[in-house]
């Protein structure tokens, strides 16, 4: 069997499928098995990544009807290296939650089968070149995300689904309209097609069409002022979930996010709004972040937070912008993912989850506070680790095209970010240290995981070349709007495509 | 009678209808203190939203897009066969709602025997 | 004063669809020409009789050409069931059975849907089975099927699903979906592509792959609905 993009969803739905009676022949299989399929999903993303870096896009073909009249997945640099990603990330947190102890105590099997068809649905929605097979996924993944959030019984796991299912179901009506009269002005719904055509569809329409779908999948990437449901969510699912949400699922709201803009619309205003929202977005969450009293619920602040930034240089557009952002869509995931591991591990006996109970925890657990504080000297984006150098190139671009107030922003608000995460961090070394509070030992998977995390952002770090190149082509692919058009549907018409930026 | 007529006011009975459970759907997640009428809301919202897709696809003096024996030339002449693709799209949206409203669902037992009350407002965590 | 914003809201949203709404003329015909389609449904609509040899063009748009969205669709479902297992779960002792009822329903009540269960049952294969030839398909014959188990477990106060039942048809279901995907994959290097002669039109075995990937489906969604109704059903109070 030839290596193609449509292992990376037919593989896991068959292992899905299979687990349940896995689970009948011996209770390990179900722990096993998710990582097995990730490891071979990691394998795919090698062999097809060295494909596209040489060749070019992979547009596969499903039931065998070209596009546009099937379905297709498009293996671009851009989403080949978010899957990529993904996957690598996906593997790190089964890692993380292989024996994870709570997850333990409750169905582990059902804890994997979600989990896996989470990792699923967030790579689908990204490869996907069909816009209700976009939609299909982004259900997928949230379904598995409210079932994870209340996985829990001993917190307030299932008022945070509610809410999250309530605001997400406002989502994904708003999705489906904007689908539903797409569909009429176009007659399509392969995206290559819908950039056709929509240099036909009147102004009027184009924007409302253009509103829906920034609505909804401005919930989905946690855009202000939709975002109430993020904080609650993250703090109450289990921990490996949380790193989950900020790896993967808030990874591909904004794909679908830059999907609409970049390539489907071509409305001038759309840029300038994604740098006004987030703008606002960055501000809104690092303003409540740093009155936070739970460290994951500042976690999860900053965490929009640093999605705002993402939205403000995918705004900018130009070509270091966009380079810009890709880089730090990774080193977030990176990054906040060995913040959510440490940091739940430190807070995983206090009461509450809050900060003031960590005080001397650097003495009690070297190995897990180091992790925390290389993860916030990282994510502040203090040379020489990885964040700083997607900063850097943000602030750049920022720079090329004159925008001297979202400079400013950007670092007013790293203050307020090295404020907040260095208070924990004080707390942690200098802190007076408190007596009788019980220390979680780490599993050994765990371990692994964050020691495979923080080996990424030291080298990340050190030798940005490493993973450059990717990002580079990543970012080439996602400005070259005819270029996706052209791989999709060889046979297009281009004279009406026009790149904005 | 007008044909023209018939259809202006087919439309404003299926679109307004269509639009009118979206709004009262909308208006029970909004308002609805009981978080099991919230569910019914959304539910409600669903059923707007599948309609409309419906609505799109019909086309005047439609027939069913499915061939009988003799009709397989019908391609070409003869009566037209409404867009299959929203009627097609809508199964799948049904189906999707039908996962998200289990899954409220049991959200909501679970609340109610966290709290023994299923109103929102008694749920403090649930404030906003 | 919050009745008054959600009021305003509700006139906005009304107002924003009706002005979208109303630039969409109701019973125009958008597809276009049929025999040099354009857009995809008059694709569909020209395509199936000849290709897929598929009387009715809904069933060929949900399992052939969109069937990736099916595969989805079917996960969904099977998320649902998982989800709503996690979410419920509660460590059942051995042997204990919980009703689903309260009371036992009346004689008359329990005799009726003794005699209708049957029936339902074979309905909705019926459905699922002629689903590329009639209105209808396996998500309608299988959820024509689950009422029939809710109907039982709604008079019978002991009537209990086998679970173990329901898994193996969920699991096996779903595995046959998807492997004649990837048997697809192999044969003809394209994810759920048809391996197999499509026949005439109208005969039931006809279409490839889709009676048999429908009549998976409806096993998949029966089971599956009946278990989500089972795990709602059969939550003991307190």
Do not use: C
């Not at chain 1, 307030?156 to 708003?174: C, M, R, T, V």
Request: glycine letters at 10%.
């Amino acid at each position: 069997m030839v290596i193609s993009p449509v292992h990376y969803i037919a593989v896991p739905l068959l292992a899905a499928f299979l687990m349940p009676l896995l689970a009948k022949i011996h209770r390990e299989l179900t722990r096993i098995v998710p990582g097995l399929v990730i490891l071979y999903l990691g394998y795919v993303s090698v062999v097809l990544m060295n494909q596209v870096m040489a060749h070019g896009t992979i547009v596969e073909v499903i039931a065998g009807w070209n596009a546009p009249w099937g379905i297709n997945l498009v293996y671009s640099p851009f989403t080949g290296f978010l899957a990529s990603m993904m996957t690598a990330m996906a593997f790190v947190i089964w890692l993380y939650s292989y024996r994870f102890k709570k997850v333990d105590s409750q169905p582990a099997l059902k804890y994997f089968i979600l989990f896996m068809m989470l990792v699923t649905g967030t790579i689908g929605i990204v490869l996907t070149g069909d816009i209700f097979n976009f939609f299909v996924f982004l259900e997928i993944t949230a379904i598995s995300s409210y079932s994870l959030t209340a996985f829990y019984r001993d917190r307030d796991g299932a008022e945070a689904a509610f809410k999250y299912l309530l605001i997400g179901s406002f989502a994904s009506a708003f999705i489906l309209i904007a689908i539903l009269l797409l569909y009429t002005q176009v007659g399509t719904l392969n995206m290559a097609q819908i950039a056709v055509r929509m240099h036909d569809v009147p102004t009027h329409m184009k924007i409302t069409i253009l509103i829906l779908f920034l609505v909804g999948l401005g919930i989905e990437a946690e855009m202000f002022p939709l975002n109430g449901w993020a904080p609650d969510a993250y703090s109450q699912a289990p921990s490996p979930v949380g790193v989950t949400f900020a790896a993967l699922v808030v990874k591909a709201g904004v794909y679908g996010l830059i999907r609409i803009i970049f390539t489907l619309f071509d409305v001038h205003g759309a840029y300038e709004y994604l740098i006004v929202m987030g703008a606002i977005t960055l501000v809104m969450a690092e303003l409540a972040a740093i009155r936070q009293k739970s460290l994951k619920r500042m976690l999860a602040y900053s965490s929009i937070g640093q999605m705002g930034v993402v939205m403000i240089a995918f705004g900018i557009g130009t070509n270091e912008a966009v380079f810009g952002a890709i880089f730090l869509m990774f080193n977030h995931a990176v990054i906040k993912g060995l913040l959510f591991m440490s940091g739940s591990y430190l807070v995983y006996n206090t009461p509450n989850k809050e900060i003031q109970y960590l005080s001397g925890y650097g003495m009690k657990m070297p190995l897990i506070s180091l992790f925390f504080s290389l993860g916030a000297l990282a994510i502040v984006g203090l040379p020489p680790f990885a964040g700083f150098w997607s900063k850097l190139y943000i602030l750049i671009a920022a720079a090329d095209n004159q925008m001297i107030g979202l400079i400013a922003l950007i670092l007013g608000v790293s203050i307020v970010e090295i404020v907040y995460y260095f208070r924990v961090v004080g707390r942690l070394y200098f802190g007076k240290p408190s007596k009788g509070s019980i220390m979680q030992k780490p599993t050994y998977g765990g371990v692994i995981a964050m020691s495979l995390l923080a080996i990424v952002i030291l080298v990340v770090g050190f030798y940005p070349d490493v993973i450059t190149p990717y990002i580079h082509n990543a970012a080439d692919a996602l400005l070259d709007k005819a270029q996706y058009i052209h791989s999709v549907l060889p046979n297009a018409d281009l004279s009406q495509i026009q790149n904005l930026k | 009678m007008d044909t023209i007529d018939y259809y202006q006011i087919m439309s404003i009975g299926v679109y307004g209808s269509a639009i009118g459970l979206i709004l009262i759907g909308l208006y029970a997640v909004l308002m609805k203190k009981h978080l099991t009428k919230i569910v019914i809301g959304l539910s409600i919202i669903d059923a707007g939203i599948n309609l409309l897709f419906i609505a799109i696809g019909y086309i005047s003096n439609g027939t069913a897009p499915i061939y009988s024996s003799q009709g397989i030339d019908l391609v070409k002449t003869g009566t037209p066969m409404v867009d299959p693709v929203p009627q097609a799209l809508v199964l799948t949206a049904i189906v999707i709602g039908f996962g998200v409203t289990a899954v409220a669902l049991s959200l909501v037992i679970r609340l109610y025997r966290h709290h023994n009350t299923a109103r929102i407002d008694q749920i403090k965590s649930l404030k906003w | 004063m919050k009745k008054l914003l959600i009021i305003l809201l509700l006139a906005v949203v009304g107002y924003f669809l009706t002005v979208s709404m109303s630039n969409i003329k109701f019973g125009a015909n958008r597809m276009g020409d049929l025999s040099q389609p354009k857009t995809v449904g008059a694709f569909y609509l020209s395509k199936t009789p000849g290709e897929l040899s598929v009387a009715n063009v809904i069933t060929a748009i949900v399992v052939n050409y969109r069937g990736f969205d099916t595969l989805g669709e079917v996960s969904v479902l099977f998320l649902a069931a998982t989800g709503l297992g996690s979410i419920l779960y509660k460590k059942k002792k051995k042997g204990e059975h919980i009703p689903t009822v309260n009371k036992p329903s009346s004689a008359l009540l329990q005799a009726g849907s003794k005699l209708i269960f049957p029936a339902i049952l074979v309905l909705g294969a019926y459905v699922f089975i002629h689903g590329h030839l009639t209105p209808g398909g396996g998500f309608q014959g299988g959820a024509i099927i689950a009422t029939g188990f809710l109907l039982m477990m709604m008079s019978y106060k002991d009537f209990t699903m086998n679970h173990s039942v329901i898994t193996w048809v969920e699991s096996l279901a779903g595995i046959t979906f998807a492997s004649i995907g990837l048997i697809g994959l192999i044969v003809d290097h394209s994810f759920l592509e048809n391996f197999l002669p499509i026949g005439y039109i109208n005969d039931l075995i006809s279409g490839g792959i889709i009676p048999l990937i429908y009549v998976a489906v409806g096993f998949k969604v029966a089971a599956e609905l009946s278990g989500v109704l089972d795990t709602l059903l059969s939550i003991k109070e307190k």
